[in-house]
T-cell receptor, first 113, second 116 residues
Framework: LAKTTQPISMDSYEGQEVNITCSHN???????ITWYQQFPSQGPRFIIQ???TKVTNEVASLFIPADRKSSTLSLPRVSLSDTAVYYC??????????????FGSGTRLLVRP | GAVVSQHPSWVICKSGTSVKIECRSL??????MFWYRQFPKQSLMLMAT?????????EQGVEKDKFLINHASLTLSTLTVTSAHPEDSSFYIC????????????FGPGTRLTVL
């Protein structure tokens, strides 16, 4: 079973900031939180990963509260090309060769002109 | 860095034939590779986990004799769909993880399989 819960879909307009929140109430102590972006008929693309507090890279920010039971992906000033499905994932299993990522439903983001 | 390729990108075959899909990590060694399947408008479903030099571990409900996985080297894993049928038509995606102890996976571009 997926360990994360996200909104099924979100709408936004070009130039706006988009925040997608993910719940992971049963996150394990050693789990990292990873976000991927997927366009139709393509493999998922890594966006950002974090463990706690805030992480920022050239495309997004990731906010993780102290209890780590949720996380928020923030996309600044979205454009039409950001229309995609966004997946929040935490690991499943011990951090060894059996560690795997189970995808939840993802959030389908639609950016309008 | 961290590029994963898949070949072919798409394939059309007749019912009853077998199809092999290759997954390669181009600039890193992958101790573990994963195979996913994705139907239209749905999320990715993990099919199996393969570690180099050992047998693949299949998720519940995935037929190991139907979906043969070989991970012969640290840069190559193959998925063979045996005796394919129309219901096997799907988007197959592989991913690779550089080493145990990290959970970052890098995904291939996917292979579209259509079985007539």
């Amino acid at each position: 079973l997926a360990k994360t819960t996200q909104p099924i879909s979100m709408d936004s307009y070009e130039g706006q900031e988009v925040n997608i929140t993910c719940s992971h109430n049963n996150i394990a102590t050693n789990d990292y939180i990873t976000w991927y972006q997927q366009f139709p008929s393509q493999g998922p693309r890594f966006i950002i990963q974090g463990y706690k507090t805030k992480v920022t890279n050239e495309v997004a920010s990731l906010f993780i509260p102290a209890d780590r039971k949720s996380s928020t992906l923030s996309l600044p000033r979205v454009s039409l090309s950001d229309t995609a499905v966004y997946y929040c994932l935490v690991g499943d299993g011990p951090m060894d060769s059996s560690y795997k990522l189970i995808f939840g439903s993802g959030t389908r983001l639609l950016v309008r002109p | 860095g961290a590029v994963v390729s898949q070949h072919p990108s798409w394939v059309i075959c007749k019912s009853g034939t077998s199809v092999k899909i290759e997954c390669r990590s181009l600039d890193f060694q992958a101790t573990t590779m994963f195979w996913y399947r994705q139907f239209p408008k749905q999320s990715l479903m993990l099919m199996a986990t393969s570690n180099e030099g050992s047998k693949a571990t299949y998720e519940q409900g995935v037929e190991k004799d139907k979906f043969l996985i070989n991970h012969a080297s640290l840069t190559l894993s193959t998925l063979t769909v045996t005796s394919a049928h129309p219901e096997d038509s799907s988007f197959y995606i592989c991913s690779a993880r550089p080493r145990a102890g990290t959970d970052t996976q890098y995904f291939g571009p996917g292979t579209r399989l259509t079985v007539l």
